[in-house]
Nanobody, 120 residues
């Protein structure tokens, strides 16, 4: 079983950058597609981006395309989210997710989340 721990959140001004990390325990990290989701206060959790097992394909939501970049290092069991040109509307708790399939659900593996706050 893989366990996920996010880090790297914090407070940043609009236009700034942050890099989130998600460290996974377990030897089967490379078997999972990895994703990032976020949930703002009063809103549902939404998909942000994900990356295939070998890092050869990625998907992004329209709201972050061109500003955020997902990557993974299977040797370090870690997935990253580089967030540039941050906007106040990016403020949310960011969650790392892992699934052996190409979709995510409550049955996927989830981290505890890390807060990102973007001030205007």
């Amino acid at each position: 079983q893989v366990q996920l721990v996010e880090s790297g959140g914090g407070l940043v001004q609009a236009g700034g950058s942050l890099r989130l990390s998600c460290a996974a325990s377990g030897r089967t990290f490379f078997n999972y597609r990895m994703g990032w989701f976020r949930q703002a206060p009063g809103k549902e959790r939404e998909f942000v981006t994900d990356i295939s097992r070998l890092g050869t394909s990625t998907r992004y939501s329209d709201s972050v395309k061109g500003r955020f970049t997902i990557s993974r290092d299977n040797a370090k069991n870690t997935v990253y989210l580089q967030m540039n040109s941050l906007k106040p509307e990016d403020t949310a708790v960011y969650y790392c997710a892992a699934d052996a399939s190409s979709s995510y659900s409550t049955r996927s593996l989830w981290g505890q989340g890390t807060q990102v706050t973007v001030s205007s």
